[in-house]
């Protein structure tokens, strides 16, 4: 008898994108564990109904991925649990060229074209400027601080090259990681997220130029995953070296911390 495989998308009634990305085959036979490594948008719109799952997720640490100024805006809400100590809560300083979409989009013709070139421009960036959070986050898993979720705002940009960065790194092949990545385009229906919770913005915009008054065909493009955005992101990894001399030179992952992420990760 075939057991049923775990659920990718994890149900909450307040979550956002959040999803395991356990289940996928790796180049050399094996397989990504399940349960061990989430990814999510926002973590601050839990209610009490999800609070039973998210404890059924065991989880020891969250890495939050976004900038200073998100996390002050929308600060992340793991339930308490009685019989357990709180997730460790990672994050890292921003730097003083800090990227962001609105300051791409202002470069671009407010268009649907230009907002997609605003993508690209900054998916092109992110690899470089996230060194620290993937370092971080490598560091994490290499620790045992597992299962943990990797998280930005709306779980799709910056966690998706982070996810994408270590699905490579475990032998994933670079289409099951794409196809990953669009997965976006199924689970994440951040329209609905948006206009459920009024209060929430998703760190894509500011209240002077609220996300649901842009134009549909741009903020289509703002919402969706798009293989061109994450090739983007291996380009500029491919310029400085390939994905090996990446971890190794810009983000700082030694041999050793990649073999213990491979062997917490893949069975």
């Known amino acids: 008898m075939t ?18 990305i356990g289940g996928y085959e790796t180049q050399g036979g094996g397989t990504v564990r399940w349960g061990r490594i989430y990814r999510a948008g926002v973590l601050s ?19 939050d991925l976004r900038r ?13 649990h009685a019989q357990r100590q709180r997730p460790a809560h990672l994050h890292w300083e921003d730097g003083s060229n800090t ?18 070139d605003a993508m690209i421009d900054l998916y092109r960036v992110l690899p470089e400027w996230m060194a620290a959070r993937i370092r971080g986050l490598f560091d994490c898993i290499a620790n045992g601080s597992v299962p943990l979720v990797v998280h930005c705002a709306a779980g799709k940009d910056r966690t998706g090259v982070a996810i994408a960065v270590l699905l490579r790194a475990i032998d994933v092949s670079p289409q099951t990681t ?30 002077h130029h609220p996300l649901l008054s842009m134009p549909d065909d741009i903020r289509r493009v703002l919402f969706m995953a ?3 955005f994450l090739q983007a992101a291996f380009d500029s990894i ?17 041999n050793d911390q990649r073999r213990a992420v491979l062997k917490a990760l893949v069975a």
């Open 3 to 20: 057991s049923t495989p775990p659920a990718r998308l994890v149900s909450l009634h307040g979550g956002c994108n959040f999803r395991d």
């Open 45 to 63: 719109y839990f209610t009490d109904r999800d609070h039973d799952t998210l404890h059924g997720l065991d989880v020891r640490a969250i890495c």
């Open 68 to 80: 200073a100024e998100e996390r002050e805006r929308e600060p992340s809400a793991w339930p308490a």
């Open 99 to 116: 990227p962001t979409i609105r300051a791409f989009a202002a470069r671009r013709p407010a268009t649907a074209a230009g907002m997609f």
């Open 178 to 207: 794409i196809e990953d990545y669009l997965l976006t385009n199924d689970t994440g229906d951040f329209e609905q997220f948006l206009r459920s919770r009024h209060d929430t913005q998703l760190g894509l915009t500011d209240i």
């Open 226 to 228: 798009h293989a061109d």
């Open 238 to 254: 491919d310029a400085l070296g390939g994905l090996d001399r990446y971890l190794d030179k810009t983000v700082g992952v030694s």
